[in-house]
């Protein structure tokens, strides 16, 4: 069974950082590329960052470009957010999805996690 | 980016009726190359994260009832639900995931029970 487990939300200071993992089973996580989504509760939904299968190759969206980078350790299992200079506006449920095809990055998910609360305030 | 625009915003239905949500992308998703649309759909019940319904715009993933269907191309493309169920309760979103990301979602389809 494919499990994805957020972990590392919490509550930070504007411009502080935090660093978000997601740990992967039931899969060859070292197959996948991986997404990172977000939603500020009670709103929609916005893709942040994806990572490939072999971790080199990363894209980001531009609202995170420069501030968060995505990474991953294939012989942890685990996917990271390092999120830098956070904004009030980072605010949001962060959810880690797996890619549906171990072939390149589909860009579609399949697995989502249940997402870990990131709240940025002073 | 390639901005994906829903609507309705929100949309209420009767049980065993049909619902129809409908998705813009603001430039076409259709390669040419192989004639895909690179087009999924979600469902999203609350409290829990968003469930894959529907990708290359009209495929239905494993397990979800052959009452949801997805249909268009290029720029357009519609999601139905026939039959509406109670279960059906839920926001939807579709997303493009054409060329290189960042891989846009649209705002999301509310849909609830008239």
């Known amino acids: 069974e494919v499990q994805l487990l957020e972990s590392g939300g919490g509550l930070v200071q504007p411009g502080g950082s935090l660093r978000l993992s997601c740990a992967a089973s039931?899969?060859?996580?070292?197959?996948?590329?991986m997404t990172w989504v977000r939603q500020v509760p009670g709103k929609g939904l916005e893709w942040v960052s994806v990572i490939y299968s072999g971790g080199s190759t990363t894209y980001y969206a531009e609202s995170v470009k420069g501030r968060f980078t995505i990474f991953r350790d294939n012989s942890k299992n685990t996917l990271y957010l390092q999120m830098n200079s956070l904004r009030v506006e980072d605010t949001a449920v962060y959810y880690c999805?797996?890619?549906?095809?171990?072939?390149?990055?589909?860009?579609?998910?399949?697995?989502w996690g249940q997402g870990t609360l990131v709240t940025v305030s002073s | 980016d390639i901005v994906m625009t829903q609507s309705p915003g929100s949309l209420a239905v009767s049980l065993g009726e049909r619902a129809t949500i409908n998705c813009k992308s603001s430039?076409?998703?259709?390669?040419?190359?192989?004639?895909?649309?690179?087009l999924a759909w979600y469902q999203q019940k609350p409290g829990q994260p968003p469930k894959l319904l529907i990708y290359?715009?009209?495929t239905r993933e494993s397990g979800v009832p052959d009452r949801f269907s997805g249909s268009g191309s290029g720029t357009d493309f519609t999601l139905t639900i026939s039959n509406l169920q109670a279960e059906d309760v839920a926001i939807y979103y579709c997303q493009q995931y054409y060329g290189t990301p960042p891989y846009t979602f649209g705002q999301g389809t509310k849909l609830e029970i008239k």
């Open positions: 290359w715009a009209s």
């Open positions: 039931g899969f060859t996580f070292s197959s996948y590329a």
């Open positions: 430039q076409s998703v259709l390669y040419a190359s192989n004639n895909k649309n690179y």
């Open positions: 999805a797996k890619d549906y095809s171990p072939i390149g990055g589909s860009g579609y998910v399949d697995y």
